[in-house]
């Protein structure tokens, strides 16, 4: 039989289509590679299930996600690979801790500055990217740290990246130096994490540190919305990036910025400490806070910083300049005994004082 031009194409265009079926099936019939999602308790039967979370953490393949069930898990953790760590609600059940083990926490990081050893309840090992923590409570009541070792809640170390998400880190105190959240980089190349949404308190040294040893700081810390409420230091940022949107109370300092950090602080609101905010960079960028019952609501330690458009309100001393300068402006200081203090004779910026008994004093 003869075939024509039409059905020869109608043929080939047919084996075309044979081809690419075969190929799809072929594609969807090979083993695929797609990341696990395992569960720690019983609230998600149909999941593989794991009674710790050490377990399912080291089960999880790159990429993968630990849900983990309400109810306390005595134990430390330690994350080396890429994952989504997340506390699961069942029923009226709705907060999963990570509590201290029976027999105490064990020293596992070093602090890149000065060397100290630590105890990380929550350890992201070096070199590690992308663990996201999000929806958990690490407690560290019960610690049996005897000397002036740190306990950290979480500890992201050199190298590492992701986002802590509505945590709550609490308890971390004791004999040793308490940190909340802590993420600290030390190598050339930049990394980033964001703390947010968090809520750190009873903790007896910092609530957030993050901290770079280079110049300038290769990592980027983005802090917001964080509730923080410590017996000494709120949040350090001896990095870059940005402190937005924050609520802090705190027995000594609000906001520290030492030397090293280009951290701009924006929006936060800072209440009962002895200084809201301590700027030790000229390359600091302070705006829009509001400082509240505070001995001094910011203290300058360094030439250049930007502070501008702050409300500081029942404080001794506003803005205490201690006879460095930079561009102040745009600020309110009310119900205060001395506005602006150890001012340089050449600072004339413009600011704005209500119901303060000293304007201004100089002496540099």
């Not at 300049?321 to 600072?347: H, L, R």
Request: some cysteine.
């Amino acid at each position: 039989m003869k075939i024509s031009e039409g059905d020869r194409g109608r043929i080939a265009m047919m084996r075309i289509g044979l081809m690419v079926s075969l190929a799809a099936g072929m594609l969807l019939s090979a083993p695929s590679a797609v990341a696990t999602t395992y569960v720690v308790g019983r609230c998600q039967p149909r999941l593989k299930m794991f009674t710790t979370i050490q377990a399912a953490v080291l089960a999880s393949s790159a990429g993968g996600t630990v849900w983990v069930c309400p109810g306390t898990y005595p134990e430390q953790v330690t994350i080396s690979a890429p994952l989504t760590l997340v506390g699961f609600s069942s029923g009226d059940a709705g907060r999963a801790v990570i509590a201290v083990p029976p027999n105490g926490l064990q020293v596992n990081a070093t602090s890149i500055q000065g060397g100290d050893p630590v105890a990380a309840q929550v350890l992201v090992t070096a070199g590690t990217p992308s663990v996201n923590i999000t929806d958990m409570t690490v407690d560290g009541s019960g610690n049996n740290l005897s000397s002036p070792d740190f306990i950290a809640g979480i500890f992201y170390d050199v190298g590492t990246s992701g986002t802590v998400n509505k945590v709550t880190t609490r308890n971390q105190l004791g004999a040793g130096f308490g940190v909340g959240i802590w993420a600290q980089n030390s190598l050339a190349s930049n990394y980033s994490v964001t703390i947010e949404n968090s809520s750190v308190h009873d903790v007896n040294f910092i609530g957030i540190f993050v901290l770079s040893n280079q110049t300038p700081p290769t990592l980027t810390a983005t802090v917001k919305g964080n509730r923080v409420v410590t017996y000494a230091y709120g949040i350090r940022d001896q990095a870059g990036g940005t402190v937005t949107g924050n609520f802090i109370s705190a027995g000594f300092t609000g906001i520290t910025l030492p030397n090293g950090s280009s951290a701009s602080v924006t929006g936060n609101t800072l209440t009962d400490a002895q200084v809201g905010i301590d700027v030790g960079n000229g390359g600091n960028v302070v705006t829009s806070n509001v400082i509240w019952n505070s001995r001094y609501g910011i203290d300058l330690f360094a030439n250049g910083a930007t502070i501008q458009s702050n409300n500081v309100t029942k404080v001794s001393v506003g803005i205490k300049f201690g006879c460095f300068t930079g561009t102040v402006s745009g600020n309110t200081i009310s119900d205060a005994g001395t506005g602006i203090d150890t001012v340089p004779s050449s600072f004339t910026l413009v600011n704005t004082f209500e119901n303060v008994d000293t304007i201004r004093t100089g002496g540099c």
